[in-house]
C-alpha cells in the first residue's frame, strides 16, 4: 500500500507558477514510477507527466509541454510538479498517481486525494 497526499494547489493569475508536492508513505517509494493527472469539472480524468522511478525518463502532454516540469525526491519519498505561465485552461483538480509510468490512468495502483488549481484571467 502506499498513501499519497498532495499539497500546493490554489488560486493564481494567469501567467504565474505554483509548485505542486505529493508525499508518499508505505511502501518503498523508489518501486514506483510516478505520474501527475488533472480533471477539470464535466471532463474526464487527463494525463499531465510522468516520471520513472530513477528520474532518468519523464514524459508530458502535449498541453504542458514547456511550461510544466516534473521532478523526485526519493529520499524525501515526494514528487513535485512545477507549474510555470499558466493558463486558465489549466485550472482542474491535479492529482498525483503510483504505478508504471504512462499516460494510461489504469497503469497507475494508487492515487492521492487531489489538490485544486485555479487560474484566473
Known amino acids: 500500500q502506499v498513501q499519497l497526499v498532495e499539497s500546493g494547489g490554489g488560486l493564481v493569475q494567469a501567467g504565474g507558477s505554483l509548485r505542486l508536492s505529493c508525499a508518499a508513505s508505505?511502501?518503498?517509494?523508489?518501486?514506483?514510477?510516478m505520474g501527475w493527472f488533472r480533471q477539470a469539472p464535466g471532463k474526464e480524468r487527463e494525463f499531465v507527466a510522468t516520471i520513472d522511478w530513477s528520474s532518468r525518463s519523464t514524459a508530458y502532454a502535449n498541453s504542458v509541454k514547456g511550461r510544466f516540469a516534473i521532478s523526485r525526491d526519493n529520499a524525501r519519498n515526494t514528487v513535485y510538479l512545477q507549474m510555470n505561465s499558466l493558463k486558465p485552461e489549466d485550472t482542474a483538480v491535479y492529482y498525483c498517481?503510483?504505478?508504471?509510468?504512462?499516460?494510461?490512468?489504469?497503469?497507475?495502483?494508487?492515487w492521492g486525494q487531489g489538490t485544486q488549481v485555479t487560474v484566473s484571467s
Open positions: 498517481a503510483a504505478g508504471i509510468n504512462s499516460a494510461r490512468t489504469s497503469t497507475y495502483n494508487y
Open positions: 508505505g511502501r518503498t517509494f523508489t518501486s514506483y514510477d
